[in-house]
């Protein structure tokens, strides 16, 4: 089992230092909402001549890379454009740690949408408190025009206000703890960001939430298909971690009485922040991303995904 994560509450303080910091923002796809991360990086309040941006491009088809490259050469801050080729995502974000610069670095995705002060709140945070491996930044409340919306949304809060683990969005990684750990798994394609908690946390190190740094995402799901088809890839990720820990508390969450559970308690947390009688459907869309999350799981036992992996303790 994971170690509880530590909540800090901060408050936002005058922080000055000459600390170099990488983002790091791994793309596939995005020309629709990648302009989100280009503009959010470019107002950042923390002097730019600090900061590198290394962008990975995971095999984009479409205009994701061209726009990549073309940022790249109007920006003031130092980029690098570098090719993945369609290695995956834990191999994507290990090439941006491979060439980050400094102490930190921090995960960009590409419809975030940080404050100005984020990368500038991530580094004060980090600084003050040297025993945390990471820290992912509190994601705001923001009106949604539809019910799996909010469902969305307010899963995204509640996940970064109790986190167990650490999601990449936004997250800002201590370099240090990153090599302790032998950095991302560069064979997973989803749930990258669990594997890496789990072994920053094994190690000693501490998980945080920062609540001075807000973010959120400017397109979150809002179609069953983009849930179902999201849900079955983390559990398609799943089943390598199944076989790569022998973790066999990583198959209950499929147990039925355990999704009912699931599902009444995901309906009564969610009331709690959208305070909307008829949010308690958020129950059918827990149970619908737990049987895509289980199809997904099946897929990759099938496929023989993560048979290969030697057992780690």
Known sequence: MLKEALICRTKK???KTNKKLTIGLCVKNSANVVKTAFDCISIQDYPHELLKLV????????????????????????TFVILNKGKGLGASRQIAVNNAEGDYILFEDDDLVLSKDFVRNQLAFMENNP???????????????????????????????YPKTIGTGG?????????SVGGFDSRMGAQEDVDISRRLTKAGWLLAANNSAGLYAKHPLTSLTALWRKNRWY??????????YNDHSLIMIYFPPLVLWGAIKISYLTYRVT????DFVFSIFYSLSLLAHHIGFIQAHLDGHGHSIATKD
Do not use: C, M, P, W
């Open 13 to 15: 303080v005058g922080f």
């Open 55 to 78: 962008i990975v491009d995971n095999g984009s088809t479409d205009k994701t890379l061209s726009l990549a490259k073309k940022f790249a050469k109007e920006t003031d801050i130092n």
């Open 131 to 161: 025993n945390v491996g990471a820290a992912e930044g509190i994601y705001l409340q923001v009106q949604q025009k539809n019910s799996l919306g909010r469902f969305v949304g307010a899963r995204y809060i509640r996940d970064s206000r």
């Open 171 to 179: 997250a800002i990684f201590r370099l240090k703890a990153l090599e």
């Open 235 to 244: 559990g398609y990720g799943n089943h390598y971690q199944f076989h790569k």
């Open 275 to 278: 305070k909307r009688k008829g």
